[in-house]
């Protein structure tokens, strides 16, 4: 009987661990996200957490390992045993990467503990144990809010004294309606595009939204690859829509099942590059270049001290069509693809949000003296515009906190700066905020039926040092654009743009210089400067197609080589 007790107590935990696996990719993503927790937290707060974690080991076994040991059990009450046990260690492992875990192992081990200990008779050692307990509980949290504090040191921060011109009418399409039209484009009724797994980036005034054909649904993405990519231009509507059909032996939806764990790109980007860095997987880029597909997934690292933690940029995972990842450098992935955001926009959002910490503790946490980014629509800040001389700004439109609702300042962050500098320009006197466009695009509106329309992506488009919105006004399901709207900040005055059969940026472009012209007469009138940009963008055009060719002929030509040099063989 001890026997068979033992070995369902053993089956039980097996059965745990199996389980684990298969959700884990065996054990490798719960072993990235213990790591990347190690390796990002600063020293003080990882060492208060390692006592607080030895703490809850030291008195929550004991009761485990002492029902083990008790003889008179049945079979299936030992293989409960075993599950139990199994997950309390699984727990434990957890807890140390995932805050909302180690707080419910943390207060359950406290009560069983506290419990049996006043049972025994010894209410002074309980409370002395629940106040050890609570105190290195309270230690932590106090520590974790002082961390963002020390954090904003490490960031190099960079004022202004006047903005930097950005014009983010260049992505004249909003993401969403970008997406319907690349679903609308598929026909393969075993395969779909994410909404979520979409990026931007820009080649050289098109805007270009991308995704991989993903398997869908559980059984097709285990038994089925990806079938390409899609590229929409979001610089004109309606958008360009171009389909790269191709076999990808990864995705980021599909996986391989192979008996022990369910094997997916992420799991093998992590084995590539090392469990010390995190994958970025939102901030995937899908790039047709030289005639391949490739799939680019940033790495992050951290830097950090005693009480301080800032991301970094480590690299690129760079995955070709047959699979083979390749873990490249900022350097090598900017010089191999340079028209890409090297900066990811979750590293930038991470650092403009550490800044708001800058002022101080006392400042931030009780007179609120710092700013907040607020978000509108289903694409949230920050959104990746082009300057004057065709470089690439993360820009951000940040408000006091609280119910202040006036733009306060423009943050902008190089995305192709690796280092941790941010600019900031501090508007000298009050303009509408991104929190309170949508009220004034309804009002220049009053005959919409909002009920089943969609307000998108209040981008701002900084012209001449004057502060714009472009906002989109869609149908509800994205498909249909209503409007283009172009809010000025200062003075609240609203131009629409209705759509018409074809209509393009340069349309947005030439309402504000034309507004701008009448206030600020120039030496070269701006349709002369709309007009010049119009055939700068048709050679640019026309050059790129040769190019195409050009390279499509001469990747012909290697293909032939090769075979023929086969066949001699």
């Known amino acids: 009987m001890g026997l068979a007790v033992r070995l369902s107590t053993l089956i039980g935990m097996l059965l745990v661990m199996y389980l684990l ?56 009450e030992s293989l409960v045993t075993g599950v ?37 008779g010894d209410r002074r050692r309980a409370a002395l144990e629940a106040g050890l307990f609570t105190l290195l509980a309270v230690t932590l949290i106090l520590v974790k809010l002082y961390v963002p504090v020390a954090s904003a040191r490490l960031l ?35 395969h ?31 038994t089925r690859s990806p079938r390409g990519i899609i590229l929409v231009y979001g610089d004109s509507y309606p958008p360009r829509v171009e389909i790269v059909e191709r076999r990808l032996e990864w995705g980021l939806r599909n996986a391989r099942f192979n008996g022990l764990y369910i094997d997916t790109l992420i799991r093998r980007v992590v084995l590539a590059a090392g469990l ?3 994958p970025i997987p939102e901030n995937n880029m899908e790039v047709y270049l030289d ?60 650092w403009v949000e550490t800044l708001r910490y800058k002022p101080g503790f006392l400042q931030v946490y009780l007179y609120h003296n710092t700013f907040e980014v607020r978000d509108v629509g289903t694409n949230p800040q920050p959104y990746l515009t082009l300057d004057t001389r065709g470089r690439q700004w993360w820009v951000f439109v940040a408000e006091p906190p609280g119910r202040t609702y006036s733009a306060k300042y423009i943050i902008y962050v190089a995305a192709n700066e690796t280092s941790p500098r941010i600019r900031v320009y501090e508007l000298p006197k009050p303009v509408v905020g991104v929190s309170m466009v949508e009220s004034y695009v309804k009002q220049a509106h009053p005959v919409f039926d909002w009920e089943q329309l969609s307000i998108e992506e209040p981008i701002p488009a900084v012209i001449g040092g004057r502060v714009y919105w472009k906002v989109t006004v869609t149908t509800r399901d994205y498909r249909g654009l209503v409007s283009v709207d172009i809010v000025d900040a200062e003075t609240t005055r609203v131009y629409s743009l209705q759509p018409r059969h074809h209509i393009a940026y340069l349309d947005a472009l030439k309402l504000i210089m034309g507004e701008l012209g009448a206030k600020q007469p120039t030496e070269k009138s701006s349709k002369d400067i709309l007009d010049r940009i119009g055939e700068l963008e048709e050679k640019i055009k026309r050059v790129r197609e040769e190019l195409d060719k050009i390279l499509e002929e001469l990747e012909e030509i290697k293909e032939t080589l090769l075979n023929e040099t086969l066949g001699q063989r």
């Open 156 to 190: 190099e921060e960079v004022r202004l004294g006047e903005p930097i011109d950005v014009n983010g009418l260049y992505r004249f399409i909003p993401l969403m309606t970008a997406y319907v039209y690349a679903l609308d484009r598929i026909q393969l009724p075993t």
């Open 291 to 350: 005639g391949r597909v490739y799939i680019l997934i940033p790495l992050e690292s951290w830097i950090r001290g005693p009480l301080e933690t800032i991301p970094v940029l480590a690299g690129y995972a760079v995955v070709n069509e047959k699979g083979s990842i390749e873990v490249l450098s900022p350097e090598e992935v900017a010089e191999r693809f340079p028209f890409i955001p090297l900066l990811p926009e979750a590293i930038a959002r991470a």
């Open 21 to 76: 696996s298969l959700v884990t990719g065996g054990f490798v993503l719960l072993a990235n996200a213990v790591v990347v927790r190690a390796v990002s937290e600063p020293y003080i707060p990882l060492a208060l957490r390692l006592a607080l974690l030895a703490l809850v080991s030291a008195w929550g076994l004991p009761p485990l390992v002492r029902v083990l040991r008790v003889r008179r059990m049945r079979w299936h």
């Open 276 to 278: 010390a860095l995190r």
């Open 192 to 222: 779909t595009v994410y909404a979520e797994d979409s990026y931007v980036y820009y080649i050289g005034n098109h805007s270009v939204y991308n995704w991989i054909i993903e398997p869908e649904g559980f059984w097709n993405q285990l």
């Open 84 to 120: 139990i046990t199994a997950l309390y260690a699984a727990a434990l492992v957890a807890a140390f990467a995932y805050d909302a875990v180690l707080g419910l192992v943390t207060g359950a081990t406290l009560l069983a503990r506290v419990s049996l200990v006043a049972q025994r």
